[in-house]
């Protein structure tokens, strides 16, 4: 009657499962009857988390930017567990500050785990989501509908995803394939907890228009996110009143261009010591990993 599909028995491939969405995203889709492919940087996290699935699970280490890894990792999942049902793309990193003051490694390599890392994902899976006719969800963020200054690098790279996931949503659908974009506001993640450790940043933040301006609890957040897959949405909001952003997100450049520069000008005294690099716990393990590859 509502068009909830059942997920038990279902395989799904959580990208970024170590903590935060991903984490409690694989929790809530085991607690329905999923089987579980964790993904991740940081192996002895996703190990804990597998562990404590009460379903079927099995995790893999994999830099979700690296092609080969992420075809690997699709052909053992397709081994592991038969099938593949559904394939969340959740895998993000952050980083804030003045663009031209920027990190230019860390800039970057937001576009590439938030937006290469997605397509990569898909990619890998595709094979195997025809195959089951199956459901790819990419997580996107508010930051797709609405810029913000300090925040170049998240909001190109997830505007870039929702683009892609639209665009793929139309080239495999006559295959069977259903493709989703999750939108999610200001949630409480150790990312967002790790870019609000700055006052320039938390007060920023802090100033947005009502209801921009919470953090979330994330339970609620990701149980809209599960009702999505559930439902194989095209559109999933992880907070109600994001919905309402659509319609109006035409106009938001120029809103946000005309009270950003007055914000940049107050705060601009205060700029010098805001960090640019990667924030939160997945932000460190991100940094770990790459200098470790050197």
Not at 188 to 203: K, L, N, P, Q, W
Not at 270 to 289: I, K
């Amino acid at each position: 009657m509502n068009g909830r599909r059942s997920l038990q028995g279902q395989v799904a491939v959580v990208t970024g499962a170590a903590r935060g969405v991903g984490e409690l995203l694989a929790r809530k889709l085991a607690a329905r009857g999923a089987r579980i492919a964790l993904v991740g940087l940081e192996p002895e996290a996703l190990k804990e988390v597998s562990e404590r699935l009460p379903t079927d699970s099995d995790h893999w280490f994999a830099d979700v930017t690296d092609p080969e890894a992420m075809a690997r990792v699709a052909e053992e999942v397709k081994e592991r567990f038969g099938k593949v049902d559904i394939v969340v793309a959740n895998a993000g990193v952050a980083a804030g500050g003045p663009f031209a003051d920027s990190d230019p490694d860390a800039w970057r390599r937001v576009i590439e785990v938030n937006l290469i890392g997605g397509a990569v994902t898909a990619r890998a899976f595709l094979p195997a989501l025809r195959a089951g006719r199956g459901y790819f969800l990419q997580v996107a963020s508010l930051a797709a509908i609405t810029p913000a200054p300090m925040m170049t690098a998240y909001c190109a790279s997830k505007s870039g995803v929702e683009a892609f996931a639209h665009c793929l949503r139309a080239e495999v659908g006559h295959q069977g394939v259903k493709v989703g974009v999750g939108y999610l506001s200001w949630t409480d993640t150790d990312m967002v907890r790790g870019a609000d450790e700055h006052e320039v940043m938390r007060e920023m933040r802090q100033r947005l228009p009502w209801p921009a301006n919470r953090t979330y609890p994330l339970g609620p957040a990701v149980d809209r996110i599960v009702a999505g897959i559930e439902r194989r949405s095209a559109h999933v909001y992880a907070q109600w009143w994001l919905r309402g952003m659509q319609g109006v997100r035409g106009y938001l450049p120029g809103v946000v261009a005309f009270g950003g520069q007055r914000e940049m000008k107050r705060i601009a005294p205060r700029l010098a010591g805001v960090p640019t690099g990667l924030v939160g716990a997945g932000g460190a393990a991100d940094e770990a990993e790459r200098t470790q590859r050197r």
